[in-house]
């Protein structure tokens, strides 16, 4: 046991310095769920092997509470097995937001996103399906200053 553990970490150790192979383009959806139930328009630019910028239009909602945000994040990926990478890096959105018997406000928010992700590239096909979370820190916006959390499912055609 103690050496299975023991491998487990420099496993773990090792995976922090073997960078992923990061697409040079990604578009696709990002469905949520959480403090931001809706979809988000996708786009991923790589920046060397290892680095990307994550850009996403957001809207969800329904007829009396509703809402529209653009998100940046900066990603660090590293591989775990050929294909499956995890990542994480800090961000910020700004955003729209109307409900129902309050005032319509505008949100800027402060935060990160961690996540996991396997590149079907590795088996011929341009996909990358991932699974992240996001938590935000909406310091403006909101009166209570919330932080927001919730987790997403996105497909992305690789280019």
């Known amino acids: 046991m103690k050496k299975f553990f023991l491998l487990s ?5 090792f995976s922090m310095f ?27 630019k790589g920046f060397g092997s290892s680095n990307r910028l994550e850009l996403d239009l957001g809207w969800g ?7 529209l945000s653009l998100a940046g994040i900066y990603h660090w990926n590293w591989n775990i097995v050929e294909g499956l990478n995890w990542y994480v890096g800090p961000g910020a959105s700004v955003g729209y937001y109307h409900y129902a018997g309050y005032e319509d406000r505008l949100g800027v928010a402060l935060g990160g996103q961690i996540g996991l992700e396997y590149d079907f590239n590795t088996l011929g096909a341009p996909l ?15 009166t209570n200053h919330s932080l927001y959390w919730g987790g997403a499912l996105s497909i ?4």
């Open 9 to 13: 970490i420099f496993a773990f150790l």
């Open 18 to 44: 073997v960078s992923a192979q990061v697409n040079s383009n990604a578009i696709g959806l990002r469905f949520g769920v959480g403090s931001f139930n809706g979809a988000e328009l996708s786009y991923q």
């Open 61 to 67: 909602g329904n007829s009396s509470n509703y809402g």
């Open 128 to 142: 990358l399906l991932s699974i992240d979370s996001r938590p935000m820190w909406d310091f403006l916006g909101d």
């Open 156 to 159: 992305r055609y690789t280019f």
